[in-house]
Nanobody, 119 residues
Framework: EAHLVESGGDLVRPGGSLRLTCVASGFIFEKHDMSWVRQAPGKLPEWVSAVDISSETYYSPSVEGRFIISRDNAKNTVYLQMNDLKPEDTAVYYC?????????????WGQGTQVTVSS
């Protein structure tokens, strides 16, 4: 059974930094594109960043230049380094793994970790 477990969320002041970690199990991690998606209270989910199986990285304009996504296939882990945090970054951050194979999409989600940016 596939599992994704996020950690690293916390309360931080504006301008601070956090590193989120997502540990995967139960599926072939290196064959999956990995993403971070966040959801603020009362808002729709927002895609934040992704790293594909070739370790190419992609970012939402709202976090470009402040966040860095990376993956360690040996540890089945994806990271999100978040710098210069702003109050609008406050949200629950979810880790996602996705693979398309023979016309079928395999999609896995973690339980989320809360990030609160406030003075």
């Amino acid at each position: 059974e596939a599992h994704l477990v996020e950690s690293g969320g916390d309360l931080v002041r504006p301008g601070g930094s956090l590193r989120l970690t997502c540990v995967a199990s139960g599926f072939i991690f290196e064959k999956h594109d990995m993403s971070w998606v966040r959801q603020a209270p009362g808002k729709l989910p927002e895609w934040v960043s992704a790293v594909d199986i070739s370790s190419e990285t992609y970012y939402s304009p709202s976090v470009e230049g402040r966040f860095i996504i990376s993956r360690d296939n040996a540890k089945n882990t994806v990271y999100l380094q978040m710098n210069d945090l702003k109050p609008e970054d406050t949200a629950v951050y979810y880790c996602n793994g996705e693979r398309r194979l023979f016309g079928k999409t395999y999609n896995y989600w973690g339980q989320g970790t809360q990030v609160t940016v406030s003075s």
